[in-house]
Each structure stands twice: as structure tokens, then as C-alpha cells.
């Protein structure tokens, strides 16, 4: 058996299209099984480009004559099915006559697997997307419930650890005649109405560095001087109701629905932590906020009582006069104060 013969054996075998084309007229010189069966009987003399309409034309022997190379694909149905195929087109010379050796690779099964691949990172893409997306939800939500230095702690060790601050002003406000007003309006209205209110002292809470720690219904506390403790922190918390209470006089003037509150603010020590497992909160307990809580009921509708600690530290902008005593036990009483500021006074018309 000749060389040539052999060669021809060979390319039979192979799973690889091969052909050969004469160079300047791209004829058909030879080619093998596997490139008949895919891209059906082609006579040797026929010119490959008429089997091909979409190729173009100046851009193979552009890269013909330069590179001595071309490289594309083509995509067509064979029995049901469709398949690519890359097309390698390489100058030669046989017995010193220019010819292309065109080889044939069928990547029907890579193709398929990038469009797995691109599919399923457009698909980790848009879960990344999703996650990250619920992922700043949560951290919303945390935030909404903790003081963000908390919820660092909490994302980093999983805990929180209890802390004493020592000492912080706790400002305590409810809503006079509350329970008439849920029984009178549609639970929507008040919702609603609560909701403007809240987001107005939330707010103004932030301005002056008094941050909301719970709302239950009508009961709004809000702590000065944490989880950063800060000297004037019984100054922020009487600015802070001062602004909540001017809020609610100038709502008023416009909304049909009158709302009156009484705030209670207390200086002293508390104690903050997450409680709970499943359904958890940050919460602040301890002695300024049962003072703050208890002094709002010696309030009267709009105005302000405080405790001694809370009231030696406000400046000059702020007048205290005692009117009562708060029993801490049995033997213990505790003046209660009466804070007023030029702007209350001014707001009311006073």
C-alpha cells in the first residue's frame, strides 16, 4: 500500500472533516467521509463556496494571502439535529502548487456546553443579584432594630454581648386619649396616621442623636448617649422631645385628627441587648427606663417631666420647676421637674 493510500485510510478514520482546495479558486481538490457526511456529496472541481452562501468571501482570501490562515464556524441541521462546526482553512503547497487544507472539528458538544455555562452564570448572576439584595433588606431590617455599631457585633460573633451605659437620657412619650381613638377611626387611619408620626420623630431622633429603641402602639422610646456615649446626652434627648412636641403642634393645625402626647425623660444607667432566639430584639431595660416610662404619667398633655439627672444637665435654654415626687420605694423619693424650653413656649403662643 502507497504512502497516499495510507494517508487516504487515515483521514477516513478520523473524526475530523479535512479537505483540499486549490488556492487561488478555492475548487474542491479532495476530501474525506466525515466532511461528505456532514456537508453532503460535493464533486472534486466544485467550487466550496457554493455550498456555503453566508461565508465571505474577501475576508478568507484577505487572510489567505496575508496570514496564510482563516478560522471561522458554520452551523447548519443535519438529520434533526443541529451542529457547529469549526472550520481551519491553511495555505499550503502540494508539489509546489498553492493549495488550502481545510480541516473540519465538529464543536456541536462545546457549543452546548457554553450555553450551559452561559445560562447557569446568568442564573448565578441573578441569584447573586437576589441574595445581595435580601442581604441589604436584612441588614435594613437589623438596622431598624439595633444601633449599627450592635448589629456589627451581632454579624461578625453571631452575639451580642450585654452592655451597661452609664449614664444615657431615655425619652418616654405616649398618646393621651389613645384608645378612644383606635375604637373611632379604621385601624387603617390610625396605622397610617402612626406611621407619619413615628417616621416625624425618628427623624428628628436622628438630628439630635436620640435614637428610637422600641414602639409599641402608642409608647415611643427613644435613648440619647448610646451605644456612643456623649456628655449632652439629657441636652439631646429635651431638644429631641421639644422638636417632637412642636411637630405635633404644627400637624395638628392641619390634620383632623388631634393628637396630644405626654413625655417622660429620665437620665441614669441601662442595660442593652438582643433578647430572644427565634424572634429577637434589641432592647434597653433598667432603672432610666422605668423612671422615664413612670415620669410621663405626671406629665400633662403636652409638656415634659424629667428627673433631677436629667434636668441639672440641660443649659440655659431650658427652665425646670418641680411639681411633684416620684416614689422609687418605700423610703426613697425623687423630685419631678417640669421642663420648658422658649421654643415649646413660643409654639404654643405663650
Known amino acids: ?171 418616654c412619650i405616649d398618646f393621651i386619649g389613645f384608645a378612644e381613638m383606635v375604637t373611632a377611626h379604621e385601624p387603617a387611619v390610625i396605622v397610617s396616621e402612626l406611621n407619619d408620626i413615628y417616621t416625624a420623630f425618628d427623624r428628628i431622633g436622628e438630628q439630635f442623636g436620640c435614637a428610637r429603641i422600641r414602639a409599641v402602639g402608642d409608647l415611643y422610646i427613644g435613648v440619647a448617649g448610646m451605644p456612643d456615649p456623649t456628655e449632652d446626652h439629657a441636652q439631646a434627648a429635651a431638644n ?26 429620665a437620665s441614669g444607667p441601662v442595660v442593652g441587648s438582643v433578647v430572644g432566639v427565634q424572634k429577637y430584639i434589641y432592647d434597653v431595660f433598667g432603672p432610666a427606663v422605668i423612671y422615664a416610662s413612670r415620669l410621663r404619667y405626671m406629665a400633662e398633655p403636652m409638656t415634659i417631666t424629667g428627673n433631677g439627672a436629667a434636668t441639672q444637665s440641660l443649659d440655659d435654654q431650658f427652665t425646670a420647676s418641680e411639681v411633684g415626687r416620684l416614689a422609687l420605694s418605700d423610703e426613697i423619693e425623687e423630685p419631678v421637674f417640669r421642663i420648658e424650653a422658649e421654643q415649646m413656649r413660643a409654639a404654643q403662643g405663650g
Not at 82 to 104: G, W
Request: aromatic share 8%; hydrophobic share 40%; glycine share 4%.
Open 1 to 171: 500500500m502507497t504512502i497516499a493510500a495510507i494517508n487516504e485510510q487515515l483521514l477516513r478514520a478520523i473524526g475530523v472533516g479535512v479537505a483540499l482546495l486549490d488556492l487561488e479558486t478555492l475548487r474542491l481538490r479532495f476530501c474525506n467521509d466525515t466532511f461528505r457526511g456532514w456537508f453532503g456529496e460535493m464533486e472534486i472541481g466544485s467550487n466550496l463556496l457554493d455550498n456555503f452562501q453566508d461565508f465571505d468571501t474577501e475576508t478568507l482570501r484577505a487572510a489567505l494571502n496575508a496570514e496564510g490562515r482563516h478560522a471561522t464556524e458554520t452551523t447548519f441541521r443535519l438529520r434533526r439535529r443541529t451542529m457547529t462546526v469549526a472550520m481551519d482553512f491553511n495555505r499550503a503547497l502540494d508539489e509546489e502548487e498553492p493549495i488550502v487544507v481545510l480541516v473540519c472539528q465538529n464543536i456541536s458538544r462545546i457549543k452546548e456546553l457554553e450555553s450551559m455555562i452561559d445560562s447557569y452564570s446568568v442564573m448565578v448572576e441573578r441569584n447573586t443579584r437576589e441574595i445581595k439584595r435580601e442581604k441589604e433588606q436584612v441588614e435594613k431590617l437589623l438596622l431598624n432594630m439595633m444601633p449599627r455599631s450592635v448589629y456589627e457585633e451581632y454579624k461578625t460573633f453571631g452575639i451580642v454581648t450585654p452592655r451597661l451605659y452609664d449614664p444615657v437620657s431615655v425619652v
Open 240 to 265: 429631641a422631645a421639644i422638636r417632637f412636641m412642636r411637630y405635633l403642634h404644627q400637624r395638628n393645625a392641619s390634620h383632623p385628627i388631634q393628637w396630644s402626647c405626654r413625655v417622660g425623660i
